[in-house]
């Protein structure tokens, strides 16, 4: 047994980090059978319209219930999913649950968006990703343009001529393509004028500081100005509390998302509130 002997010592015998280890040998066994055992849920965040505080679209986000360890963050096990090629039949599970989820919202009259995020190995080593995505598309008989695929700044700045050359493929389908935690890349802005993107997620960091840090709206200000001017939708992500959305108004962003408006929800309290919310104004408004 290990006894206590002194402060220095101790730390070495922390319970959590061994809990953890367990918990990590335990769940990179366990991502092999995720699907088989039906372990995957899909969550849906609403996105916001900004002039008209109503829901526009929604974003799929994957979760894992594990029989043990209960829910799992996408954060914990999507780089082990990566590292194990899980990722491949992972991503077009949500895929289609998301299509398949959207069709059937549509043929509501709920005629709302989808966001999936697509990862960095899918988008990278996935030779017949566009193939995959069209599939799925005629198999749910879904309007593509409802479809918006999400990759992330970082991805499309990793190797620019492949990226262009699957942007394209992608948006020959007809779907849209944001790009996810906009402003986190360190990137020169100028080479988004290469990429057929229709909308800049704008990353949480900057929606965090807002209204605390002069310098994060100073570039707030101009990555919105800047998509403006290109003509991309903005969405701010990340919005948290009152004060911030306050702030935000003063930007031109067409959508926002985030915990204020609602947390990512299971398909029941998604649908109460899609229920809830004024149908007639979305097929008018789309
Ligand atoms: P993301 O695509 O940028 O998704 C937004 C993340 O921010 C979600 O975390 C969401 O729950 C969280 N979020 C939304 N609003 C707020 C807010 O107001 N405050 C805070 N603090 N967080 C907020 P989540 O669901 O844990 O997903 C994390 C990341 O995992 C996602 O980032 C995405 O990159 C990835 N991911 C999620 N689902 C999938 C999937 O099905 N496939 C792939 N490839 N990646 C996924
Ligand atoms: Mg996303
Ligand atoms: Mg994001
Ligand atoms: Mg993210």
Request: charged share 25%.
């Amino acid at each position: 047994r290990v006894k206590y002997q002194g402060k220095n010592h101790y730390r070495i015998y922390k319970p959590l980090s061994d809990d953890k280890s367990l918990r990590k040998l335990a769940i990179e066994k366990d991502i092999y059978s995720v699907i088989a055992n039906e372990e995957l849920e899909v969550y849906y965040q609403p996105q916001i319209e900004t002039d008209t505080g109503l829901i526009y679209g929604v974003e799929a986000l994957v979760r894992w219930n594990h029989p043990e360890f209960g829910l799992i963050s996408p954060a914990d096990f999507i780089p082990l999913a990566e590292a194990t090629g899980v990722i491949f039949p992972l991503n077009e599970w949500v895929l289609r649950t998301a299509c398949k989820q959207l069709k059937i919202w549509h043929e509501q009259g709920i005629l709302i968006y989808m966001a999936v995020n697509i990862s960095p190995q899918q988008f990278y080593k996935e030779e017949n990703l566009t193939t995959k995505v069209k599939e799925v598309l005629d198999e749910c008989e879904l309007d593509p343009s409802f479809l918006v695929i999400e990759i992330t700044e970082a991805i499309a700045i990793n190797n620019m001529d492949i990226a262009i050359r699957k942007l394209f493929e992608l948006k020959r389908l007809g779907v849209q393509v944001a790009l996810d935690d906009f402003g986190t890349g360190y990137s020169s802005l100028s080479y988004l004028t290469q990429l057929p993107i229709d909308t800049i997620k704008i990353a949480r960091e900057f929606i965090d500081e807002i209204g605390t840090a002069s310098t994060t709206s100073a570039i707030l200000a101009a990555l919105v100005t800047m998509a403006n001017d290109l003509n991309l939708k903005i969405v701010l992500e990340g919005v948290e509390r009152e004060e911030q959305l306050q702030q935000l108004m003063r930007f031109r962003s067409h959508y926002m998302q985030g915990f204020y408006f609602s947390r990512p929800i299971p398909l029941e309290e998604m649908n109460a509130m899609l229920n809830d919310m004024c149908v007639p104004w979305l097929l008018k408004k789309i």
